[in-house]
């Protein structure tokens, strides 16, 4: 398999649940990142991962808690959620130098918080 | 910090139209232009590119070229097609750590092509 994957595809949870997304890249890449798409809202850096240690963190609530234990799998932890937490979370990964060959994005998971 | 602008959506056109779809920057420092697309449903899949001033990046019929004068990333297509309805991204690159770059996004802007 190749690319970025990210499981699951769709999710709800009530606000009391826990529960973590996966994304698994093998495309050799050694940064991953975290970003979230809400409606009518730009697309929102959450985390960034460079060789499995945390280089930004963009003042994300602390409900959400990111683990990346390897360069080919991040995870985003979620716990006391919010309804405006609501969004399509989505995953990327880059070679070093992502400057010039952009990221790769995975399909996404689509979080709906009850 | 980084910024990216980019026309209000949504666009409406017949098949066939040409497109233009506006992206102006601001940035400190000399970063990499990209346009991302992402079609119903789905993630970002990265359309075009360009890493210096003047060059052109070019995908499926789309173009856009690096104008740092300007500072703009236009996308343009001569002829679209139904199946190029989608949300186009204007996006800047700038470093965020090491190894790694943080990726500025436009809002996005939500393209219809009609029969």
């Known amino acids: 398999e190749t690319g970025v994957t990210q499981t699951p595809r769709h999710l709800v949870m009530g606000m009391t649940n826990k529960k973590s997304l996966k994304c698994e890249q093998h495309l050799g890449h050694n940064a991953m990142y975290w970003y979230k798409q809400s409606a009518k809202k730009p697309l929102e850096l959450m985390f960034v991962y460079s060789l499995e240690e945390r280089v930004e963190n963009n003042s994300v609530p602390s409900r959400f808690s990111p683990e990346c234990p390897n360069s080919s799998h991040l995870f985003l932890h979620l716990h006391t959620l919010q309804p405006e937490d609501s969004a399509l979370y989505l995953c990327a990964s880059s070679q070093e130098g992502g400057s010039l060959y952009g990221y790769t994005f995975g399909s996404g998971t689509r979080l709906t918080v009850v | 910090g980084d910024s990216v602008t980019q026309m209000e959506g949504p666009v409406t056109l017949s098949e066939e139209a040409f497109l233009t779809i506006n992206c102006t920057y601001t940035?400190?420092?000399?970063?990499?232009l990209f346009w991302y697309v992402q079609y119903p449903g789905e993630g970002l899949q990265l359309l075009l590119k360009a890493t210096k001033a003047d060059d052109k990046g070019s995908n499926k019929g789309f173009e856009a070229t690096y104008r740092k004068e300007t500072t703009s990333f236009h996308l343009e297509k001569g002829s679209v097609q139904v199946s190029d309805s989608a949300v186009y991204f204007c996006?800047?690159?700038?470093?965020?750590?090491?190894?790694?770059?943080?990726?500025?996004f436009g809002k996005g802007t939500k393209l219809s092509v009609i029969p």
């Open positions: 940035a400190t420092g000399y970063p990499s």
């Open positions: 996006a800047l690159s700038d470093r965020a750590g090491a190894g790694s770059y943080q990726l500025t």
